[in-house]
């Protein structure tokens, strides 16, 4: 609104009554100034202006209604943005645009948040599982500790904890199938069976009975021979 005004010239008229200046265009000024206050008022919100006479009295009468509204909003956003937690389900950069929200919320209800404060509600939101790059970061002095810098940060961190969960993830499937591909040898071998000596679990050519053949043959000649 003030830009509205601003750009037709009649912002000071919000400032001061038409008592503390001299300027002989203020009762032109003033009354152009209330019209275009009055429409970028929402209809449910004309009851807060009726009888005011000029644009200082306007500004005056709707600063006073929803300053009241403005601390109880700012309660429940406050309570709100305090209570907020990560959600297990979200990656970081889901977790940062939910609280950024939450964060122009508060400022758009007149909250005052310096950047430290807001660095502050930020790690206080994550899990222990940050505790390794929160750790790090209370060593850096606060000149560091922008907003920007520390979800960098963050970022990084979750990065390195994911590609160790990923080399973790693919030791255990790779011990898995070598597991399961012993275990269906195994059952290959079981399923096996012999054509020469009939049994199960081996081949014929691994057949150990075929194997001893030629000896036994060539043990039967040289008895022979003996004799």
Excluded at 9 to 20: A, L, M, Q, R, Y
Excluded at 46 to 67: H, M, P, R, V
Excluded at 94 to 111: C, G, M
Aim: hydrophobic residues 35%; glycine residues 4%.
């Amino acid at each position: 609104m003030k830009a509205i005004l601003d750009e037709h010239d009649v912002k000071e008229c919000i400032f001061k009554p038409p008592s503390e200046t001299e300027d002989n265009q203020r009762p032109k000024k003033n009354k152009k100034c209330k019209l275009l206050i009055i429409q970028c008022i929402a209809d449910s919100h004309l009851e807060y202006i009726k009888d005011k006479q000029t644009a200082w009295e306007i500004c005056n009468s709707l600063i006073g209604a929803f300053e009241r509204k403005g601390i109880a909003i700012q309660l429940y956003l406050r309570m709100k943005f305090l209570m907020m937690k990560k959600e297990d389900e979200d990656c970081l950069e889901v977790h940062f645009v939910k609280f950024d929200e939450n964060v122009r919320h508060l400022k758009s209800a007149s909250a005052k948040l310096e950047e430290g404060d807001i660095v502050c509600h930020l790690l206080l939101t994550l899990p222990s599982s940050y505790e390794n790059v929160i750790t790090g970061l209370e060593t850096l002095t606060s000149e560091k500790l922008t907003l920007e810098f520390v979800k960098g940060r963050l970022l990084d961190g979750e990065m390195k904890r994911a590609n160790r969960n990923d080399v973790s993830q693919n030791a255990k499937n790779n011990i898995s199938a070598a597991f399961e591909s012993n275990k269906s040898s195994s059952k290959l071998k079981f399923k096996l069976k012999c054509y020469h000596c009939w049994r199960i679990g081996h081949e014929k050519s691994e057949c150990r009975l075929l194997k001893n053949k030629p000896k036994q043959v060539a043990n039967v000649k040289m008895e022979g021979n003996e004799r």
